[in-house]
């Protein structure tokens, strides 16, 4: 009996020590990506796993309480970032970085409790702090399970010697520093900290160099004069999740290309068009990076970086506007609360959701369709502001959640906005289409279809004095929504034959698709070489 109970022991012990290890192999083995998440991620051998046990068999169990604390801390923040960093892969196609990007926890609240409803939205935050919970707790347990191994003298020397080894391989490893033989494995958890650690050192350093950049202007000297547009409005109109699988993505362009070639053959007379490829500082989400990087001529990556921005002085492309003798607008229906952002941005009015006069019922998440604003800004600006407009505009029905999809109205019968209703409430709700994510690909299809239907409708619609439009994608759409990795979006330079002459030089692809070999700018070029083409010689020099 003594001999069965000191078997039982023994094997009672072997089950809680395999089962420590499973743990502490699932911790270091975590995806921090979504192509990452397969079943071969199994198969993976984490180079930190001999280290840890070793380490923690080295120790007498008296003294490790301490190391095993810090070292489930450090793993635990790991594992968080690597939970951030697929999220964030997910929607934005790129990590996450705490120093910059905490203001996307508010976003992802908001969007989540505005798809799912708040109820919700709050029960799986609560689930995932459960499971966070739970994590450290287990990772705390097995620690300890593997502290308690208490060798003999010789054998934890032994295990001391290997853990120096094994510490010495994964930092090689993680070094990119030769080794005598090819470990079989990877130190992938310690490639996540030191890539990091590394990533906000560089954060912070860029932050420096942008701060220096936001205070210098190539247009201090010779204010740029617009002179060439002889006066006309011009209309920068940002088409929300707009991106290059558009073109490229056999999913949406049957659908999108000839909707956007249909602007070629109904242009006003002497119009030309112009098309190029503009890379966004982003994908997925935050328009307003990508606003601002095209109106101050200035990489805004990251919301640290706008902060930035905002507090330098940059003026930005409404401010040399309206320098140049153009009354600037910012008409923007997804703005539904304070935006003192706004103030700094150079606009003389700005008309969010709630001034566009817009009574009908929500599209969702989307304040009003896209046909509305664009009546709501002849409305309310081009037909009233006397002389040369610059307008900012942003058509937001083609953003997630894309349920439902306006609908082309005769553009007379646009009135109040109460004339959408009847298909505002139509279509399922999001929690119902977004659990299935080809149906999700579908309606991205049409709601950027109907963005593109806007803009060419109202384009058409222009009499002689045409204005100079800039239609652009903001950004591409989720990495699951876009399927592809690009973050270039389309951009459309469309007016007057003799004005478009100006940017001959760019080199862009007559008509409305551009050659997808075509050379893409990154958007932070777009003011200043705007600017240039349409001044009087001298800004740029």
Known sequence: MPGTAGHDMRMTTL?????????????????????????????????????????????????????????????????????ADYASFVAYNRAFNPVVDFGLVRSAWEFGSGTLGVPLAAGAVALALAVLGLMTWALSWAMAEWARVEPGGILRGGAAVVAVLAAWVVVAEVRRWPLPLDPPGAAFTAHVGHDRALGYTRTLRDLREFRVAAATDPFLAAPPDLALLQGRDILLIYVESYGRASMDNPLYAPTHIPTLRSLEDRLPEGAAIRSGWLTAPMVGGQSWLAHSSVAAGLWISDQTRYRTFLASGRRTLYHKAAEAGWFTTAIMPAITRDWPEGDVMGFDLILPAAELGYEGLPFNWVTMPDQFTMVAFDRLV????????????????????????????????????????????????????????????????????????????????????????????????????????????????????????AIEPWGWTPGMIPDPELEPWTMDLFRDAFLSAFSSPGPAE
Do not use: C
Not at 36 to 47: D, K, N, S, V, Y
Not at 461 to 470: A, G, H, K, V, Y
């Open 382 to 501: 081009r037909n009233v502001v006397e002389g040369p407009v610059f307008a900012q505009i942003a058509l937001i029905s083609s953003h997630a959640p894309w349920v439902p999809v306006p609908e082309m109205l005769p553009w007379d019968a646009i009135g109040d906005g109460t004339e959408f209703n009847e298909i505002a409430q139509s279509d399922d709700p999001p929690d119902v289409v977004w659990r299935d994510r080809d149906r999700v690909r579908e309606q991205y299809r049409r709601a950027v279809d109907y963005a593109l239907q806007v803009v060419v409708g109202y384009v058409e619609r222009q009499d002689d004095e045409m204005p100079l439009f800039i239609v652009l994608g903001d950004h591409q759409s989720a990495n699951f929504v876009a399927q592809s990795d690009s973050f270039d979006v389309p951009i459309h330079v469309i007016g007057p034959a003799d004005v478009l002459d």
């Open 15 to 83: 089950v809680r020590l395999a089962l420590a290890l499973a743990i502490i192999n699932l911790v270091l083995i975590q995806p921090n990506h979504p192509r990452a998440m397969t079943w071969g991620a199994l198969r993976l051998f984490p180079l930190e796993l001999p280290f840890i046990l070793a380490a923690l068999i080295a120790l007498p169990e008296r003294l490790s309480l301490w190391p095993r604390r810090i070292l489930t801390a450090i793993l635990m923040v790991i594992a968080i970032l690597k939970i």
